[in-house]
C-alpha cells in the first residue's frame, strides 16, 4: 500500500471520525438543550400550576368567592393554550398535561362549584340568631314599657329574658367553635344551650301578659263615597315577638341538622379535591422525573458519544505515530547508504523490510543508483584514455587554427579601411539629398499657402451664395405675403360692397318710415359714405401691393441671376483648389520620395559605418581569437594533467 493511501485512509478516518463526532455532537446537545429548555420550561409551568392552579383551589375552598372560580377557569384555559402553543415539550408531555388539565376542569371544577355554594353552612343559624336576639330585645322594651304592671310579672320577664339571652351568647359561641374545627357530629354543648333556650322560651309563652298594647294598621284600603280611613286593632306587644321566637327555635333545630349535612359534605368534597390535587401534583412529579431523565440520558449520550470520539481520534494518532516510527527507521537506513555512497563506498548493500510501495520502490531506486554509480565509474575510466588521445590532437589543431586566424586578421583589416573610404562617399550624397529636401519642403510651404488662400475665397463664395439665397428666399416670402394682402383688400372691398348696400337698403327703409326714420337715414348715409371711403382706401392699397409685388418681382428674378452667377464663381474656385491640391499632392509625393531617398542615402552611410565597424570588431575578434587559440593551446597542454586528476578519483571508489 502507497503512503499517500495510508495517509489519505487515515485523513479520511479522522475526518469521518471529526464529522460523526460534530454531527452527534450536534445532535446531542440539540437534544440535551431541548431537554434542558422542557425541564426550564416545565418548571416555570409547575410555579405557575401552583400560583394558577393550586392556591386559588384552596383560597376558593376557604371562601367560596366565585371569582376565585372564574379566575382558576381563565387559568386553565390559559396554561392550556400556553402549553399547546410551546415547542419546547414534546407531544407525551404536552399530551398529558392537557389530560390533567382537562380532568381537574371535568372534575375538580363541578365539586368546586358545589363546594362553593355551600362556603358558609352557618348563615342561616348566623340570621336566626340574629332574629331572635332582636325578639327578646324587644320583649325587653315591652317590660320597661309595662310600667303600671306588677313587679314580679315584670321581674319574671327580665328573668327568662335574661336567661334566653345567656342560652343565646353560650349558643352563638359553641356554633362558631363548631364550624370553625370542622368536626364531626354536634356537640352536645350546643343541644344544651339550644334546649334552655327552648326552655325559657315556653316559659316566656306560659307568663301572663303586661297588658301593653299596639296599634297594628289592617294594609287593605276602606274607599268610601265621601271619606275613607284605616281600620286599627289593638294586640298585646309580647304576642308576636313569643310567637316568633318559638318558630325560630323549631327552624333553628333544622338548620343545625342542615348545616351539619352540608359541613360534612364539604369535608367529603374538600378531601376529594385534596386528592385529586395531590394526584395531580404526584403526575406532574412524574413528569418532572421522566423530563429529568430524559435529560440526564441525553447527557450520558454525549459523553459516551465524546469518549468514543475521543478513543477513535487517540487510536488514529496511534496508528499515525506507529506509521512514523516506521518511516523514520526506513528514512535512517536510507540516510546512512546514502552517505556511504557520498563517502565512494560501493560495497555497501541495502535491504529494506516494509510493506509500503513508495519505500520499496525506493529500495529499487537506491539499488539502480548503486548500480549505475560502477557503471559510471567504470565508464569514466575507460573514456579518460580516450580523453588524453584527445588533448594531443587539440593541441595540434589549436596551433594550426593560430595560423589561419592571423592571416584572416590581415584580410579583415584591408576591407575595413576600404569600408572607411566608402563611408565619406555615401556622406557627401546624404548631404546633397538634405539640400533636395529642403528646397521641395520650401516649395510645398508656398503651395499649402496658395491652395489656404483659395479655400478661404472659396468659404467666401460659399457664404456670399447662402445670403443671396436667403435674400431670394426673403423676397419670395415678400411676394406671398403681398398675395395674401391683395386677398384680404379683396374681402375688404366686399365688405363694403356688402355695406353700402346695405346703408342704402337702410336708407330706403328710413324713407319709408317718413319722419320718424330720419334719423336713421343720417346714420345710414354716412355708413354708405364710411363703406365708399374704405372701398376707395383699399383700391388704393391694392394698386400699391400690385407695384409691390412686381418690383419684389422684379428683384427676385436679379436674384436669381446673382445666385447664378455665385454657384458658377463656387464652381470655378472649387476647380482651382481641386487643381492646387493636385499641385499639393504632387509635391507631397515628391517631398516623400526626396525623404524616402534622404533617408535611404542616411540608412546606407549608417549600414557602411556599420559595416566598417564590424570589420573593425572583426578584426578585434580575429586578434582575441588568436589570443584563445593561443589559450587553447594551453589548454591541451593541461588536459592530460586533467586526466591524471580524475584517474586519482576514480582510485578513491571501491567497487568490490
Not at 346 to 358: F, H, P, Q, T
Not at 395 to 403: D, P
Request: proline letters at 1%; aromatic letters at 4%; a negative charge.
Amino acid at each position: 500500500m502507497k503512503i499517500q493511501q495510508i495517509s489519505k485512509l487515515v485523513t479520511l478516518s479522522l475526518v469521518l471520525v471529526l464529522m460523526s463526532f460534530g454531527v452527534a455532537v450536534s445532535w446531542s446537545l440539540n437534544h440535551l438543550n431541548q431537554a434542558f429548555k422542557m425541564v426550564e420550561f416545565f418548571g416555570q409551568q409547575k410555579d405557575r400550576i401552583y400560583n394558577d392552579i393550586n392556591q386559588p383551589v384552596y383560597a376558593y375552598l376557604y371562601s367560596g368567592d366565585t371569582l376565585l372560580l372564574s379566575n382558576l377557569e381563565r387559568n386553565l384555559d390559559r396554561l392550556k393554550d400556553s402549553l399547546q402553543s410551546n415547542d419546547t415539550l414534546s407531544d407525551t408531555v404536552k399530551n398529558a398535561l392537557a389530560q390533567m388539565l382537562n380532568e381537574i376542569r371535568q372534575t375538580a371544577l363541578p365539586k368546586l362549584a358545589a363546594a362553593g355554594k355551600l362556603a358558609n353552612p352557618q348563615l342561616l343559624l348566623l340570621n336566626n340568631e340574629k332574629q331572635v336576639s332582636a325578639h327578646l330585645q324587644t320583649l325587653l322594651d315591652y317590660v320597661e314599657r309595662a310600667g303600671s304592671a306588677p313587679a314580679d310579672r315584670r321581674h319574671a320577664y327580665l328573668l327568662l329574658v335574661g336567661q334566653a339571652q345567656s342560652a343565646l351568647q353560650g349558643l352563638s359561641g359553641m356554633r362558631q367553635r363548631y364550624f370553625s374545627e370542622s368536626g364531626p357530629g354536634k356537640p352536645d354543648s350546643m343541644q344544651n344551650y339550644l334546649r334552655q333556650l327552648n326552655a325559657s322560651a315556653t316559659a316566656l309563652q306560659q307568663l301572663p301578659l303586661l297588658g301593653v298594647m299596639q296599634t297594628q294598621t289592617n294594609d287593605e284600603a276602606m274607599f268610601t263615597l265621601g271619606d275613607s280611613g284605616p281600620r286599627a286593632e289593638a294586640e298585646d306587644m309580647a304576642l308576636e315577638p313569643l310567637a316568633e321566637i318559638h318558630s325560630l327555635l323549631q327552624r333553628y333545630q333544622k338548620d343545625l341538622d342542615i348545616a351539619g349535612n352540608i359541613v360534612a359534605n364539604k369535608i367529603d368534597t374538600q378531601a376529594d379535591i385534596n386528592r385529586q390535587m395531590q394526584v395531580f401534583n404526584q403526575k406532574l412529579q412524574t413528569l418532572q422525573s421522566e423530563i429529568n431523565g430524559e435529560y440526564q440520558y441525553y447527557e450520558t449520550l454525549l459523553y459516551g458519544i465524546m469518549a468514543a470520539c475521543m478513543l477513535l481520534i487517540v487510536l488514529a494518532s496511534g496508528l499515525m505515530l506507529a506509521i512514523k516510527q516506521h518511516l523514520a527507521l526506513i528514512i535512517s537506513h536510507v540516510t546512512d547508504y546514502v552517505d556511504k555512497l557520498a563517502n565512494g563506498d560501493l560495497s555497501a548493500s541495502i535491504a529494506l523490510e516494509s510493506k509500503v510501495s513508495e519505500i520499496k520502490q525506493l529500495e529499487t531506486s537506491l539499488k539502480k543508483l548503486h548500480d549505475y554509480f560502477k557503471l559510471l565509474i567504470g565508464n569514466i575510466d575507460g573514456e579518460i584514455s580516450t580523453l588524453a588521445n584527445f588533448g594531443g590532437n587539440i593541441e595540434q589543431v589549436a596551433r594550426n587554427l593560430n595560423n589561419i586566424i592571423a592571416d584572416q586578421r590581415q584580410a579583415t583589416e584591408m576591407a575595413a579601411r576600404q569600408m572607411n573610404e566608402l563611408s565619406l562617399s555615401f556622406k557627401a550624397v546624404a548631404a546633397n539629398a538634405a539640400e533636395s529636401q529642403t528646397s521641395t519642403t520650401a516649395a510645398q510651404n508656398l503651395i499649402e499657402q496658395g491652395v489656404d488662400h483659395i479655400g478661404h475665397t472659396n468659404r467666401q463664395v460659399a457664404d456670399l451664395a447662402r445670403v443671396i439665397d436667403n435674400t431670394a428666399e426673403a423676397l419670395l416670402q415678400l411676394q406671398r405675403d403681398a398675395k395674401a394682402i391683395e386677398s384680404v383688400l379683396g374681402m375688404i372691398q366686399g365688405f363694403a360692397e356688402q355695406t353700402n348696400l346695405l346703408a342704402l337698403n337702410a336708407a330706403i327703409e328710413a324713407a319709408r318710415a317718413g319722419e320718424h326714420g330720419r334719423g336713421f337715414a343720417v346714420v345710414a348715409d354716412e355708413v354708405r359714405n364710411l363703406a365708399g371711403n374704405t372701398a376707395q382706401s383699399a383700391n388704393q392699397i391694392q394698386a400699391l401691393v400690385e407695384k409691390l409685388g412686381k418690383a419684389t418681382h422684379s428683384t427676385v428674378e436679379l436674384m436669381t441671376d446673382q445666385q447664378k452667377a455665385a454657384d458658377q464663381t463656387t464652381q470655378a474656385m472649387q476647380q482651382v483648389d481641386a487643381i492646387f491640391n493636385g499641385i499639393k499632392q504632387s509635391m507631397e509625393l515628391t517631398y516623400r520620395k526626396s525623404a524616402r531617398i534622404a533617408e535611404a542615402t542616411v540608412e546606407q552611410l549608417q549600414m557602411t559605418e556599420q559595416l566598417a565597424h564590424n570589420f573593425e570588431n572583426t578584426a578585434e575578434l580575429s586578434r582575441q581569437t588568436t589570443a584563445a587559440a593561443q589559450t587553447n593551446i594551453v589548454s591541451a597542454s593541461s588536459l592530460a594533467g586533467v586526466c591524471d586528476n580524475l584517474r586519482q578519483l576514480i582510485v578513491k571508489f571501491k567497487l568490490a
